[in-house]
């Protein structure tokens, strides 16, 4: 591969050469974290070394139990990503084959996700109680609105050609919604889903920092309280790290399923 294409607009690369470039980012920044903890250019106490924070990991997973937040952050997670998914695709498929459930579901949908979520957390509480049902509701309000609208956009940018060659074979709604639509978008689809896991993850913290007493949002909220910064940028650190092993399995997956594209 030639090197002066990577600095070339919509240059390609190879996959080595994307691992390798995005190592050294990561090696980049945290060694200009070190470098700004050695020099001291902000004070330890806001901004530990990343070495105190990799020991104040260690510490919470061997001795506090942080294991467990993780797989109920994870659990509570995946399980709104899913609910929000199973009837987003649909929903959102319906808005755009159908006009008179676009015009009746569209300005409700584009009203509700301009709403501030973290706004609506004392009311879902007082909706859904303190357990895990007002922790999924947060999760699926950050998530749901804005995914139905990105599968009703998808789906509109299905070629007419496709629909009407479905219709002039005999072919009735539900098949070409299921054997035409759905199959031709399904790459969009996945990559959308991918990138509201992303958004789901961003709203973890708040769904856990309000009447919890478990979950990594806990944890880092916990930590809040007695100023452990290192405690604290290892539960952010956690989340990061969750995400991108996600949205890279995902986006391997992709790679293997639509090789055609």
């Avoid at 957390?121 to 357990?131: N, R, S």
């Avoid at 920092?209 to 910064?229: C, D, E, L, P, Q």
Wanted: hydrophobic share 55%.
């Amino acid at each position: 591969m030639k090197t002066h294409s990577l600095f070339a607009y919509r240059g390609k690369s190879s996959t080595r050469a994307d691992v390798v470039l995005g190592i050294l980012a990561f090696i980049g920044l945290v060694g200009f974290w070190y470098s700004a903890g050695e020099m001291e250019l902000v004070s330890p106490r806001f901004l530990p070394n990343p070495w105190e924070v990799v020991k104040a990991l260690y510490v919470m997973l061997v001795d506090q139990s942080f294991l467990e937040d993780i797989w109920i952050s994870v659990a509570r997670v995946w399980g709104a990503f899913l609910m929000s998914a199973i009837m987003a695709i649909p929903i959102g498929i319906w808005m755009s084959s159908y006009r008179i459930v676009g015009m009746l579901m569209e300005p409700i949908v584009d009203f509700i996700r301009y709403l501030p979520v973290p706004a609506l957390v004392p009311l879902l509480i007082i909706w859904f109680g303190i357990g895990e049902s007002s922790k999924i509701a947060v999760l699926w309000m950050g998530t749901f609105f804005q995914l139905v609208l990105l599968i009703a956009d998808d789906t509109k940018r299905v070629p007419k050609e496709y629909i009407e060659t479905g219709f002039t074979v005999g072919a009735r709604p539900r098949q070409i919604t299921w054997d035409i639509v759905l199959r031709s978008m399904l790459p969009k689809i996945v990559d959308n889903l991918r990138i509201t896991l992303g958004w789901c993850w961003t709203y973890i913290i708040i769904a856990e920092i309000v009447a919890s007493n478990a979950g990594i949002g806990h944890a880092i909220w916990s930590a809040r309280r007695f100023v452990k910064t290192p405690e604290v940028m290892a539960g952010i650190l956690t989340v990061g790290v969750i995400g991108l092993l996600t949205d890279q399995a995902i986006r391997y997956a992709h790679r293997r399923w639509f090789r055609y594209l």
